[in-house]
């Protein structure tokens, strides 16, 4: 009688979150694959002719390859500011779980506020042109740093708290000095939460779209969102064109996560055992 | 501020090294290259905002004119519906999270067949892009061509225009916000429940309960922690919320499902620098004032049981 009512709900899960959760996927790779005129339409069919890749050119042509640049953009973006979030981060945490003092405590206070305080945003653009970082690349870099050092602080420090003190002694006996002490024995063994760090921050910043669409205006440097959301108003009738971007910008976290699932989940539950 | 304090102490700890070999091993100025980019592209703008939320403000010059851009902002009908609405969306996405998240994550912790798959395509929504899912709910959310509505008809259910409806806009995006965001919080409630010792369950089982007495007096309350992260996560998610409602009505129609996050990009671009950076200490005040009370209070009760 168990066994059966926990089949009948297996299969009515399942059921339902075909409906729910693939049907949307489903219908926005059917309509990537439509020719202009069918997907107009909006239908959830299969195409009666697939364009998967005329759509695909098509999409990569438009506006000069803008897409392309886009994409150069978002990693670039991505990849140099979770360089830095993980050293800098790594380099804090560290600190604030060795070293308790009055600037630990500070840290510990700023680091709370960075998770509860909306950035202020014309303030922050006002701080950026005067120093000829707004509209620039690397200042949209500082700013994603600046917005995700809090939580990578909080996963660091708690995981520092793991590696046993005796490892620094040790170090510092043999003549390691800080630096060494960090870089060469400590970071090393951060691996794991450096990689929860990595997947979460990457996915999170490719999938950014307020930050540039405040910091990064213009169309020489979009990033791969802000293409999407240009495309939403010169699409307007071609769908399929618009399904395409969607689909393509999809893949990316679509790898990340059939690759690297359980530290995703990792992250983003960490702190919901303990509170 | 923390950047100033922590120069002070490089010069101190850099002279204290030259002095004897054996510095601190743990120096201040680690926190140096975090504190530069911290301190001034996120605290000194949210103190600057202070300031400039009580000036007219062009971005060259600013003029003082105290209080008027908060006035404004609870006198213009508009502004006010975007305070409500801000409300509204987060505390239907986070009351909505927290009871399907709890829900799934019973579900999906549970011995059921396809467990693996349902827990990936619950889970899989989090981590793509927000204005993609957006566009895509647009689409199937049109009143008369849109997917859903189509379906609705098979049924003879004629369905309402989600995004058109005054009155239904705001609330169609939050459904799709917690479409997407539902992963999250099941996840958060799969790691919470999991880590439930055993042995309650088999004293349960032994004394006879039904999987509905397991579920309010060991699963609920034992599953506490992982109810104030989510509560906790999804109150400031949602109030801070703007790219899902940007993408889906850009506040539309009319004003009917403008936030305060949108208020401020609609300011902004605009060119009133003044009562956008208004809108942000507005929204500040109200995270602050909605979250942390509240945080202090779910986590108080948790040290009293």
Request: charged share 10%; with cysteine; proline share 5%.
């Amino acid at each position: 009688m168990k066994a059966a009512y926990r089949h009948w709900l297996g299969w009515l899960s399942i059921v339902v979150s075909v409906f729910v959760f693939l049907v949307p996927f489903a219908f926005i790779f059917l309509t990537a694959a439509k020719d202009r005129k069918e997907s107009s339409l909006r239908e959830f069919t299969l195409p009666s002719s697939w364009h998967l890749w005329d759509n695909l050119v098509q999409v990569i042509q438009t506006r000069d390859f803008m897409i392309i640049t886009a994409f150069v953009n978002s990693t670039i973006l991505t990849v140099a500011s979770v360089a830095m979030l993980v050293v800098f981060g790594a380099m804090c945490g560290f600190i604030m779980q060795r070293r308790p003092s009055i600037w630990t405590s500070i840290a510990g206070f700023l680091v709370l506020a960075g998770l509860i305080i909306p950035p202020a945003v014309v303030p922050t653009i006002w701080v950026m042109q005067s120093m000829g970082l707004f509209k620039t690349l690397h200042g949209l870099i500082l700013i994603e740093v600046a917005y995700g050092l809090s939580f990578t602080i909080l996963l660091f420090r708690a995981f520092v708290a793991t590696i046993p003190r005796e490892l620094d002694e040790a170090a510092i006996i043999d003549g390691a000095g800080p630096i060494r002490l960090f870089f060469q024995v400590i970071l090393p063994l951060l691996k794991p939460v450096a990689v929860t760090v990595i997947v979460v921050q990457s996915v999170a910043i490719f999938n950014d779209f307020t930050n540039p669409l405040y910091y990064l205006p213009g169309s020489q440097n979009v990033t791969l969102q802000l293409t999407l959301y240009n495309f939403q108003s010169q699409f307007s009738t071609s769908y399929n064109l618009l399904f395409m971007n969607i689909l393509l910008i999809t893949i990316p976290p679509l790898i990340v996560f059939l690759f690297f699932n359980r530290q995703i989940v990792a992250g983003m539950t960490a702190g919901a055992v303990k509170g | 501020m923390a950047a100033d304090a922590t120069t002070a102490e490089v010069g101190v700890s850099v002279r204290a090294r030259a002095r004897r070999r054996s510095g601190s091993s743990y120096p201040s100025w680690f926190f140096l290259p975090a504190a530069i980019i911290y301190g001034a592209l996120f605290m000194y703008p949210t103190f600057a905002s202070l300031f400039f939320s009580l000036t007219r403000w062009t971005l060259f010059e600013a003029q003082f004119i105290g209080l008027e851009n908060f006035a404004q902002f609870f006198r213009e009908p508009f502004l006010i519906k975007g305070l409500i609405n801000t409300l509204i969306y987060a505390f239907v996405t986070s009351g909505l999270k927290v009871v399907l998240g709890m829900l799934l994550g019973v579900l999906l912790t549970s011995q059921i067949i396809g467990r693996g798959y349902l827990r990936s395509v619950v889970f899989f929504p989090v981590l793509v892009s927000t204005i993609g899912i957006g566009i895509t709910f647009t689409v199937m959310m049109h009143p008369t061509q849109g997917l859903i509505n189509e379906t609705l008809a098979l049924f003879g259910i004629k369905g309402p225009g989600w995004l058109t409806d005054p009155n239904l806009a705001l609330l169609s995006v939050a459904f799709v916000d917690v479409w997407k965001g539902v992963g999250l919080a099941t996840v958060i409630y799969m790691a919470g429940i999991v880590s439930i010792p055993q042995e309650y369950f088999e004293a349960s089982k032994i004394d006879g309960a039904t999987p509905w007495q397991n579920f309010w007096g060991i699963t609920l309350p034992l599953a506490r922690p992982a109810t104030v992260t989510v509560v906790i996560l999804s109150l400031i998610g949602g109030l801070r919320s703007f790219d899902l409602i940007w993408a889906m009505t850009r506040g539309g129609p009319g004003f009917t499902s403008d936030v305060i996050a949108s208020v401020i990009y609609k300011q902004y671009q605009a060119g009133f620098y003044g009562l956008s950076t208004a809108g942000n200490v507005v929204l500040f005040v109200m995270v602050a004032i909605i979250v942390v009370p509240l945080s202090v209070w779910l986590n108080r009760r948790e040290v009293e049981q």
